[in-house]
C-alpha cells in the first residue's frame, strides 16, 4: 500500500507512510481516503495490493472443521475484495464453507466501519443481524454490527475497551471449538 501511494501521489516512502496512516484513521481504509481525498479509481489500486503469494498461507483442517460445524449461512464480508476473499480461503482449505463473499465492491467501496457500508452488504444478503455473530479482526468494525443487535468477536492478540466488544479471542480454532464442541 505505501508504494501504491507514494507512486500514485508523486510523494516519498515516509509520506506515503504518513498519509496511509492518516486514511486509515480518518476513512476506514487507506483505499477510502485514496478515493475521498484524491478521487482515485479503486480498481487498480485493489489489484496491486492484492497482488500477493498464497502459497504461504498454511491450510487448516481443524479450522475448517470447526467452521463447518457452526449453525445457519456463513458469510465472508471484506475490506478488501470477493476475488481476494476466495483465493485467501481457497489457500486456507476454506473455500467450501461458505455461503457468500461480499467485498468492499460489494459496499459500493465504502469501508467498514461506514454503517452505510453495513447496510448494504446486510441487505444484498438478507442478513438479520439480531440472529447473527459478526468475527472482525479490527475492533472499531464491531461497532455497528453491536449496534444492530450483532453478537460481535474480536479475534486480536489484545483486546481494546468497548461495550461493543462481546467475545474477544486470540485463536479463532480455539474460540469455535468452545462453541461447537
Do not use: C
Not at 485493489?46 to 449453525?71: G, Q, Y
Amino acid at each position: 500500500m505505501r508504494d501504491y501511494v507514494a507512486h500514485t501521489l508523486g510523494v516519498d516512502l515516509a509520506e506515503a507512510d504518513r498519509l496511509r496512516a492518516h486514511y486509515w484513521r480518518t476513512h476506514g481504509t487507506t483505499l477510502a481516503g485514496l478515493m475521498r481525498e484524491h478521487a482515485i479509481d479503486p480498481d487498480p489500486f485493489l489489484d496491486h495490493v492484492h497482488d500477493i503469494d498464497f502459497s504461504v498461507l498454511p491450510r487448516d483442517a481443524t479450522l475448517a472443521e470447526r467452521i463447518a460445524r457452526l449453525p445457519g449461512r456463513r458469510i465472508v464480508y471484506t475490506n478488501g475484495t470477493a476475488p481476494y476473499a476466495a483465493r485467501v480461503l481457497e489457500a486456507r482449505g476454506l473455500s467450501h464453507l461458505f455461503d457468500a463473499l461480499y467485498g468492499v465492491e460489494h459496499a459500493g467501496y465504502q469501508p467498514k466501519p461506514d454503517a452505510a457500508a453495513f447496510d448494504t452488504v446486510f441487505t444484498k444478503d438478507r442478513l438479520t443481524p439480531r440472529s447473527a455473530a459478526m468475527f472482525e479482526d479490527e475492533p472499531r468494525n464491531l461497532q455497528v454490527p453491536h449496534e444492530l443487535g450483532m453478537a460481535t468477536v474480536l479475534v486480536a492478540e489484545t483486546r481494546p475497551r468497548g461495550e461493543h466488544i462481546h467475545h474477544h479471542t486470540r485463536d479463532l480454532s480455539d474460540f469455535l471449538a468452545q462453541i461447537v464442541d
